[in-house]
C-alpha cells in the first residue's frame, strides 16, 4: 500500500510540475504587455491572498476545541428514539455496557469503551401502520423493529419484526464513553489539532492528552496519549479490554507524518 501511495504521489507530482509549467510560460509570455498599473493591482492582490491564507493556516494552528461535541445527539422532536440507551432486558441484554446513540440525524453508533462503530437508522410503518424503526449495526441492535414508549419517554420497548424477540432500552443520562486525561501526559504542541490522511481518516491530538481517531466514518476512538522525542503512545478501550498502539511522528509545519501515512492540518470545524 505504501509503494501504491507513493506511485500515485509521484503521478500527481509529476502532473503538477508539467501545470506549473504552462502556467510559467503563459505568465512570462503575456508579462511584457502588463502595464504599471496592472503590476501593481495584481502585487497588491497577491499580497492580499498570502496574508490570507498565513491568517488562516495560523488560526487553524491556534485554535481551540472540545472533543467532546464530536458525538452529541440533536433535539429534534420528530426523532422518537433521539438520544443515547442501553439495553435492559431481553435480546441483546448481554451487552448491558454497550451504549446504542441515535443523534437525531439518521446516525447511529455502537459505543463500546471509547470506541465506536457507526450505523443508520431510519422510520417507518408496518403492514397494519404500527411505527417501525430500523437500524444497521453490527450487532446487538441489528434490524427492523415495532417499538413503543413510555410516557416519560425513557424507556423503549423494540420488538423485532422477524423473530419478534423483545428488547427493553433504558434511556442513558450523560453517558461517559471518552477517557479522563493522564495528568502527567506528554504534549507536543506542534501536534495538537487536527489532521486528514489522504484516504479520508482523521486525528484530533488536544491539549489534555486525549487523541480522537475516525476510520473512515466506520469506527472511531478516544485514547488517552502521550506525546514525546517523535514518539506516540495511546491507549483506548473496546469494553473492558485495554489497547496500546505505538506510532513514530514528526510535525514540518502543516504536514503531520505519522509512521508511514501523511496528514494536513484542518479545522475542528471540518469534521461537524
Known amino acids: 500500500m505504501d509503494k501504491t501511495k507513493k506511485n500515485f504521489k509521484r503521478i500527481i507530482s509529476a502532473g503538477l510540475l508539467v501545470f506549473a509549467v504552462a502556467a510559467f510560460t503563459g505568465c512570462s509570455d503575456s508579462s511584457s504587455s502588463q502595464t504599471p498599473e496592472t503590476t501593481t493591482a495584481t502585487t497588491e492582490a497577491q499580497t492580499t491572498q498570502q496574508a490570507t491564507e498565513e491568517t488562516t493556516k495560523s488560526d487553524t494552528t491556534n485554535e481551540s476545541f472540545d472533543l467532546k461535541s464530536l458525538h452529541v445527539c440533536k433535539d429534534n422532536p420528530d426523532d422518537d428514539l433521539v438520544g443515547t440507551w442501553q439495553i435492559a432486558s431481553g435480546e441483546g441484554s448481554q451487552y448491558e455496557s454497550f451504549y446504542y446513540m441515535f443523534n437525531g440525524e439518521g446516525k447511529s453508533i455502537l459505543i463500546s469503551g471509547t470506541s465506536g462503530y457507526f450505523g443508520s437508522y431510519t422510520y417507518g410503518t408496518d403492514d397494519d401502520n404500527n411505527p417501525t424503526f430500523t ?47 493522564d495528568k502527567d501526559a506528554s504534549i507536543d504542541d506542534k501536534l495538537v489539532g487536527c489532521w486528514m490522511s489522504e484516504s479520508g481518516e482523521y486525528l484530533c491530538f488536544d491539549e489534555s492528552g486525549i487523541m480522537y481517531q475516525n476510520l473512515f466514518d466506520y469506527m472511531f476512538a478516544y485514547s488517552n496519549y502521550t506525546a514525546s522525542e517523535g514518539k506516540i503512545v495511546s491507549t483506548y478501550t473496546t469494553s473492558d479490554k485495554k489497547t496500546t498502539d505505538k506510532y513514530t511522528y514528526s510535525v514540518d509545519g502543516d504536514t503531520l507524518t505519522l509512521n508511514n501515512d501523511t496528514y494536513t492540518r484542518i479545522s475542528f470545524s471540518d469534521l461537524k
Open 135 to 181: 437500524t444497521k449495526l453490527v450487532f446487538g441492535l441489528n434490524g427492523t423493529y415495532t417499538y413503543k414508549l413510555s410516557e416519560d419517554k425513557k424507556t423503549a420497548e423494540l420488538t423485532n419484526t422477524d423473530t419478534k424477540a423483545v428488547s427493553t432500552l433504558k434511556k442513558a443520562d450523560n453517558p461517559d464513553f471518552i477517557p479522563t486525561p
